[in-house]
Structures are given as C-alpha cells and as structure tokens.
C-alpha cells in the first residue's frame, strides 16, 4: 500500500512542479508587463518587483496545477486500468486517493498564507519600490514622449536637459474638489524624498495660476511645490480593507468600531445639546450628513474586512475543491488524454465556482449576506466531487 501511495506521490510532484513552474513564469511576465505598461517602469524597477508579484502570481497558479496534475496522473492510471486491477486485488480506490487529497489540504494551508502575503506585503512592495522610483519614472518619460501624465499632476516639456526640465508646464489638481494649480517657467527639477514621502517641484522665473483666481509672477526667483510621492505616480492606491493582513484585521475592525462607538456618543451630545437649546435648524444642517457619510463608509470597511479573512480561506481551499473533483472525475471518464479531464473539471468550475465566490464577496462586503456565504462554491465542489467520489469508490 506505502508503495502505491509513494508512487502516486511522486507522479503528482513531477507533473506539478513541472506545471507550476510554467505557470508561474507566464504569470510573473504578465504581470510584469502590465505594471511596466501602467507606471513606466525601467529594467532596475522590473527586476525589484519580480519578488513581490511571485505571491501573487502563485496564489493563483497553485490551485490550477494541482488539478491538471490529478488530472493527468489519475486519467492515466484509470485510462491503463490500473484502478481497475486494484479493485480486482480488493484494493480500496482511496488508496490511490489519499495521496491527492493530503497533498491538496497541505497545498491549501499553504495557499492561505501566499493569498494573505500577496496581499499584504506583495502589493505594499509593489507599491514601495515605484514610490521610491517615481521622480526616475518622470525623468524617463519626459525624456521619451516629453509629457507625464497621473492622477493628480501632469507635466510638459519642450526637453529635458539632464535633471532640469527646459519650458515646463505643470498642472497639479487641487484635492475635494479644489482648483487646479498651472506653473510654467523657464526651467524646473524633480526632488524626491522617500523618507519624506513628498515630490517637490523646483520652478525658476516663470508664472503661476490657481484656478478661479489671479496670476503670480515670480520672475529671477525661485517657486518651490511638495506634493505627496502618491500622487506623482501613476498608480493612485490608497490603503485599502483587503490589503490588510490577517493577523490585522480584529485590530483594525476593533479601532473602527471604537472610532464609530466615539462619533455616535459625539452625535448624540450634540443631538440633545441642540434640542434643549431649542435649535432644531442644527438638526438638519449639512454637518449631520457629513458625519452620516463618515459613519457609513466605516461600517463597509468593517463588512468588507469581516469579508476578507473567508475570502482568503476559501480561496486557498480551492486547491483541496479542485483535487477531489478532478482527480474523481479523471478516474469516472478514464480518458487518456488530460486536457479533456481538465477542461471537463475546469468548466463546471469556471461557470459555478468562480461566480458564487463573486456574488458572496460582492454581498457580503455591502452587508447584504454574511461573510461564510463565499464558501458557497467550496460546499458545491466538495458535495459534487464527494458524489463523483462515491460513484468510483462503488463500482
């Protein structure tokens, strides 16, 4: 029995490492590409960000290797009539089974914790290494196509003369709903300051015009502009729920509900403070939508990180989900040929896993359904593969 079972072990490891590990590649070079395409980035960037986009890539790989693996080891074994000739020794089919299933649960742990990195500390480093290199993206877009362009700045040149930028025309946006700020001169430069977090534009004779209202003329002098790292790239990614990693989560959900435990009692006071002093205007005055506002937007980032520790469980188990369906379904249809197993396993998968897995993370994140409704997809592939299961098991 150790013997069979150390077997199907190690056909499973080859086919997998083997599959993962072109995955992953083709993965990593999209990625890749995508973050050099949106920000710009030079070889040294692209070359800094392959660590940080491995987790990310792997999250997503691991879950389809291991169901092409049982796929292919186990349709070939029952396509051979080896699961045949056990069942004729009155050998148990889950002894060839076990092997799949324990190496999938393992895989899933594993999973968990590649989803909760990726997420924390994959997109942080991501995030890191192209704040760091914001004022070189500038320079060498500037250089190239004489024009950058981000969320919040935007910046023309008629050429770069190595760190000086000859006739430049800066657009910084205003925040809420601010006017926008135009300066032009003769010449400018780019600091940037990590440590800081600021990106500070040095201007020198030349103009400045804030929207809705006068010109400022600061000829033979020199007009100096810091705004945040952030808003110089073009990347605009603000802190968000499902960036924040596991062990977090209870630490953040329990600060927001203090902070909004705080405004409440602050509401409150002021509430009956208006109506024992007869000021029932102060009731409905703008103020009291703003703080409605705040309060709202609190209680979804609270729905929406009681969602993510489930997201992140569900997702990593997928592995185990897939394994049992594939590996039954690939010894049900005894087909040699692997792609067909995989593609009739990834179908199903593609058209109810994935959907349900959508729909419970869209409604649980607004409050609509509870945070274990995104393990919908998981019981249906646990009960559907548990169905195929007892089907090889018995006949």
Not at 216 to 244: A, C, M, W
Request: glycine residues 8%; aromatic residues 10%.
């Amino acid at each position: 029995m150790r013997l069979i079972s150390r077997y199907i072990l190690f056909e499973l490891l080859k086919v997998f490492g083997l599959a993962l590990g072109i995955m992953t590649l083709m993965f990593i070079l999209i990625g890749l590409v995508r973050e050099a395409n949106e920000q710009g980035l030079h070889l040294t960037q692209i070359v800094q960000i392959i660590p940080f986009i491995l987790p990310d890539a792997l999250r997503y790989t691991v879950p389809a290797t291991i169901l092409l693996a049982a796929c292919m080891v186990y349709g070939r074994m029952a396509s051979s009539n080896e699961i045949t000739a056990l069942k004729s020794l009155g050998i148990n089919p889950m002894t060839v089974l076990w092997p799949v299933l324990i190496l999938s649960f393992l895989l899933s742990i594993s999973t968990v914790w590649l989803n909760d990195v990726a997420v924390s500390w994959g997109r942080a480093g991501v995030r890191r290494v192209v704040l760091e290199s914001v004022e070189d993206i500038v320079y060498g877009m500037l250089q190239a196509q004489r024009t950058y362009s981000s969320k919040q700045i935007s910046i023309v040149v008629k050429r770069v003369d190595g760190r000086k930028l000859i006739s430049p025309t800066i657009t910084i946006q205003g925040k809420k709903g601010g006017g926008s700020i135009t300066m032009s001169s003769e010449e400018a430069e780019l600091r940037s300051d990590v440590e800081e977090g600021a990106l500070t534009i040095v201007c020198r004779n030349g103009e400045l015009e804030v929207e809705g209202q006068a010109r400022v003329f600061f000829h033979n002098d020199v007009f100096e502009r810091s705004i945040p790292l952030d808003q110089g790239s073009l990347k605009d990614e603000e802190q968000h729920p499902s960036y924040t990693a596991l062990n977090r989560v209870p630490v953040v959900i329990d600060k927001l509900r203090g902070e909004m435990s705080d405004e409440y009692d602050f509401m409150a006071a002021k509430a009956a403070l208006a109506m024992m002093a007869g000021d029932l205007g102060e009731l409905a005055s703008e103020e009291w939508q703003l703080q409605d506002n705040v309060l709202r937007k609190n209680q979804e980032k609270i729905y929406r990180l009681q969602t993510e520790p489930h997201r992140r469980w569900s997702n990593g188990f997928s592995c185990f989900c897939f394994a049992l369906v594939g590996s039954s379904l690939a010894i049900r249809m005894r087909n040699a040929d692997f792609l067909t197993s995989f593609f009739m396993c990834f179908m199903p998968i593609l058209l109810v896993y994935y959907p349900l897995l959508a729909f419970g993370v869209d409604f649980s994140k607004n409050g609509s359904l509870p945070p274990q409704s995104v393990w919908a997809g998981n019981l249906i592939l646990i009960a559907g593969g548990a169905w195929i299961l007892r089907k090889v098991v018995r006949y």
